[in-house]
């Protein structure tokens, strides 16, 4: 099932806030993995790399939900 926009205060939000809502605390959890097991010291771009990391979350919240 698809969800469909849902309402906050009056104001319509569409699905993608909320699973980008969920995303951020598991991204926080991640991110904070992978600084202190060192993976951020060997990538190339790490800000690059974590953005790609939150994109990776939020498709796969999407398609799991």
Same mark, same amino acid.
Request: a positive charge.
């Given at each position: 099932?698809?969800? &469909? #926009?849902? &309402? $906050? +205060? /009056? $104001?319509?939000?569409?699905?993608?806030?909320?699973? %980008?809502? $969920?995303?951020?605390? @598991?991204?926080? !959890?991640?991110?904070? +993995?992978? +600084?202190?097991? /060192?993976? @951020?010291?060997? =990538?190339?771009?790490? +800000?690059? *790399? #974590? *953005? %790609? =990391? &939150?994109? %990776? @979350?939020? &498709?796969?919240? $999407? !398609?799991?939900?």
């Amino acid at each position: 099932p698809v969800l &469909s #926009e849902f &309402s $906050i +205060a /009056g $104001i319509y939000v569409p699905p993608f806030f909320l699973y %980008a809502c $969920i995303a951020l605390p @598991l991204y926080w !959890l991640l991110r904070a +993995a992978m +600084a202190r097991g /060192g993976l @951020l010291r060997h =990538v190339w771009h790490p +800000a690059l *790399f #974590e *953005f %790609a =990391v &939150s994109l %990776a @979350l939020v &498709s796969l919240l $999407i !398609l799991v939900v």
